[in-house]
Every structure is written in C-alpha cells, then in structure tokens.
C-alpha cells in the first residue's frame, strides 16, 4: 500500500491550500481515510476522517469548520481542503487508511503517508 500526500506548502495566515492523497495497492473504495498532523516534540494529531463512500466526516474541533475532507473514489484521491489557516495549523500532514474509523483514529492497522509539510506564517 502506498500513500502518497502532496500540496503542501507556504502561506500566508487566513489562506488556503488544497492537499491530496494518491492511494495504490489497495481497493480504495473499502478503506477509511483520514488526516492527521504532527508538529516537532507532539505527537501526531487526528484532524479528519471521511467515510467509504464520502458521505459520513468526522472533524477535530481545532479544524471544524475550517478544513473540509472529501474523495473520489474513481481516482483513488483523498483530499483536505483547508481554508482561514492560522499559524497553529503548521504541521506535517499525514494521510491514512484503515478498515474503519476506530482502526484509523487508533492508528492500529492504519496505512500512513510520508507527510507533506505546511507552514503558515503570521
């Protein structure tokens, strides 16, 4: 299984980035996914989860109404769209999947990516 994240980046506080994830070596559609981040000397942070088929989310209060989790199945992607970022939102964003969201949100039996790192400057 391969995950694959991309789309961070540098931005500005109150701006915008899209992530994605590419997955492969799995049948997508049978798979939560999620999001985590981690900052230096914390430890990885659950942010969202999406179900199966795209219907049912699941947000951390930190970024409830701010950042949006979606996917396509037909791609094999999932996406964080994360908008009104702040400098508490710098991290390594990690992207995950697992058999369910109690599989993902303990990270026992959790696929993860290598992370892409997005800083927002004051």
């Known amino acids: 299984v391969q995950l694959q994240a991309s789309g961070g980046g540098l931005v500005r506080a109150g701006g915008s980035l899209r992530l994605s994830c590419a997955a492969s070596?799995?049948?997508?559609?049978?798979?939560?996914m999620g999001w985590f981040r981690q900052t230096p000397g914390k430890e990885r942070e659950f942010a969202a989860v999406?179900?199966?088929?795209?219907?049912?989310?699941y947000y951390a209060d930190s970024v409830k109404g701010r950042f949006t989790i979606s996917r396509d199945n037909a791609k094999n992607t999932v996406y964080l769209q994360m908008n009104s970022l702040n400098t508490e939102d710098t991290a390594v964003y990690y992207c995950?999947?697992?058999?369910?969201?109690?599989?993902?949100?303990?990270?026992?039996?959790?696929?993860w990516g290598q992370g892409t790192l997005v800083t927002v400057s004051s």
């Open positions: 995950a999947a697992a058999s369910s969201s109690r599989q993902l949100r303990s990270g026992v039996g959790t696929y």
């Open positions: 070596g799995l049948t997508f559609s049978t798979y939560v």
């Open positions: 999406i179900g199966y088929i795209g219907v049912t989310t």
